[in-house]
């Protein structure tokens, strides 16, 4: 599965964006992911495909929506109320069974800035 994310940019706190992964073929689910410079990639967000089934990190509850559009095969995230700490790396993920993600695509920056 090849995936291509985009949508990532530059946003004052308070702002939103959404984040789109455009996947080659259909997963088990997929997920979004982060990373700021000198620490390890977070969890952020995951869907699985077929029933929906959300599952969000705590600090973006309430904040970010994660969906799916399964004719186009594209997942998004819907980001609100955005915060100088989401400022990262946001990696799409997806995984073909339970376990391990395994497929990665290339991350689009977000930048909050206060």
């Known amino acids: 599965v090849q995936l291509q994310a985009s949508g990532g940019g530059l946003v004052q706190a308070g702002g939103s964006l959404r984040l789109s992964c455009a996947a080659s073929?259909?997963?088990?689910?997929m997920a979004w992911f982060r990373q700021v410079p000198g620490k390890e990639r977070e969890f952020v967000a995951s869907?699985?495909?077929?029933?929906?089934?959300?599952s969000y990190t705590d600090s973006v509850k309430g904040r970010f929506t994660i969906s799916r559009d399964i004719p186009k095969n594209t997942v998004y995230l819907q980001m609100i109320s955005l915060k100088p700490e989401d400022t990262a790396v946001y990696y799409c993920?997806?995984?073909?069974?339970?376990?391990?993600?395994?497929?990665w695509g290339q991350g689009t920056q977000v930048t909050v800035s206060s």
């Open positions: 993920a997806a995984r073909q069974r339970p376990g391990e993600y395994d497929f």
């Open positions: 073929g259909r997963a088990f689910s």
């Open positions: 869907i699985r495909w077929s029933s929906g089934i959300t």
